[in-house]
């Protein structure tokens, strides 16, 4: 009885993988359309695309950012005027999105993405300073060092981190400027 349900299993098993005709979730990549808004009417395209762009730049650079358990209190003094500067880097971006959204206040599209970009750099920027908490509690030894990895203190920096970058990918994927 065992072997004639393990041979029954087989059958179906190599049955359903060379068969042609199972039908399973595949997207149609020929006839690929963009799912999310269209925005037509920017009027400050170059602004916003150069801020989105300088995002990009910076999250390629926060990569580099390495704190580690064996940083040493000279180290993470270090580590933290380079997050210092890439927040000043943001604050720049800021500025200019905030300029852009007073100068173009009537046009809902250029509202909108600004408001896009804006969201990712406000998650840039509690990564930042999460990461900016953590290094504090290190330098103090309230954590243990040993184990900053598994600490509740990195969780919300790779939140934010991970929440800018899928912002990203959102706006690559699915948004079509025109």
């Not at 925005?39 to 950012?65: A, F, P």
């Not at 990895?149 to 990918?169: H, N, R, W």
């Amino acid at each position: 009885m065992k072997k004639t349900l393990n041979l029954f299993i087989m059958i179906i098993l190599v049955g359903a993988l060379l068969s042609p005709h199972i039908a399973y979730a595949q997207q149609d990549i020929t006839g690929f359309s963009i799912i999310g808004p269209k925005i037509k009417n920017l009027q400050g395209k170059d602004e916003l695309m150069k801020s989105y762009n300088d995002l990009k730049r910076i999250r390629k650079n926060l990569g580099t950012i390495s704190i580690t358990s064996n940083s040493t209190g000279e180290e993470l003094l270090q580590i933290n005027k380079t997050l210092d500067f890439y927040i000043q880097e943001l604050d720049n971006v800021n500025k200019n999105l905030n300029t852009h959204k007073a100068n173009y206040k009537d046009s809902f599209d250029d509202m909108y993405t600004a408001d896009m970009i804006k969201l990712i750099l406000n998650s840039y920027l509690l990564s930042i300073r999460n990461q900016q908490v953590l290094m504090r509690e290190m330098d103090e030894n309230a954590i243990n060092s040993k184990n900053i990895i598994y600490s509740e203190y990195a969780i919300p920096v790779y939140y934010y981190l991970t929440l800018g970058d899928q912002m990203i990918a959102y706006i690559d994927l699915y948004f079509e400027i025109l």
